[in-house]
């Protein structure tokens, strides 16, 4: 079954420290990747996705992830973290040739940086 | 420029009523998905509406349905409401049926007691 996982619940970082937030998943083919953040009482919004290319995507509020085929990851990470990254972090892949609506998201990270 | 809108925000029904949710779909946008996201989980696909008709669905029962207007605004309904159905219902808009980025409204909090 295709899935997306996302190991840990909740990440707690130190402000200023990197942050990496995990991410595998379990498709057939070459998924298209996305990391979507969800604030408090607010939509979706995507952070960063690939396509195809470079390997190191670069996102939205200095955000990046790391696309490794072999090991199916796509962890998002960040050099230094801000006490505004608070917030719920989803994984997400589209599986080939699926609509742009047909989108299987992980479980949810929740991301919280103490000043 | 308006962004993909949900009403209402929230609302608490009891089992076995039903229940009606609307979204307008972010300006130029014609594609509507609804998802259906439980306390502590991701988002998970109800169906997709493009060109009035429903295009994709996911694995949901027959009492969740929906409906797309010439205007591309949309509406999810439930039917026979369960405890269980109780989740924030989000709905996302994009260009296309099959592709374009998906942009998300903030969704709307139903609790069935």
């Known amino acids: 079954a295709q899935s997306v996982a996302q190991p840990e619940d909740q990440v707690n970082v130190a402000e200023g420290n990197p942050l990496t937030v995990k991410c595998t998943y379990s498709?057939?083919?070459?998924?298209?990747l996305f990391w979507y953040v969800q604030y408090p009482n607010r939509g979706l919004q995507v952070l960063l996705k690939?396509?195809?290319?470079?390997?190191l995507v670069k996102g939205s509020y200095g955000f990046e992830a790391e696309f490794n085929k072999s090991q199916t990851s796509f962890h998002l990470k960040k050099p230094s973290a801000l006490v505004s990254d608070s917030a719920l972090y989803f994984c997400a892949v589209r599986l080939p040739g699926s609509s742009a609506s047909k989108i299987i998201f992980g479980s949810g990270t929740r991301l919280s940086i103490r000043p | 420029d308006a962004g993909v809108t949900q009403s209402p925000t929230h609302l608490i029904k009891t089992r076995g009523q039903q229940v009606t949710l609307r979204c307008s779909p972010k300006s130029g946008h014609d594609t509507v998905s609804w998802y259906q996201q439980a306390l502590g989980q991701g988002p998970q696909f109800i169906f997709q509406y493009y060109e009035e008709e429903e295009r994709q669905r996911g694995n949901f029962p027959d009492r969740f349905s929906g409906h797309q207007f010439p205007n591309y605004s949309s509406e999810l309904n439930v039917n026979a409401l369960l405890l269980g159905d109780s989740a924030l219902y989000l709905c996302?808009?994009?260009?296309?049926?099959?592709?374009?980025?998906?942009?998300f409204g903030e969704g709307s909090r139903l609790t069935v007691l």
């Open positions: 996302a808009s994009s260009l296309g049926s099959n592709t374009g980025e998906l942009f």
């Open positions: 498709v057939s083919g070459n998924p298209y």
């Open positions: 690939y396509i195809t290319g470079d390997n």
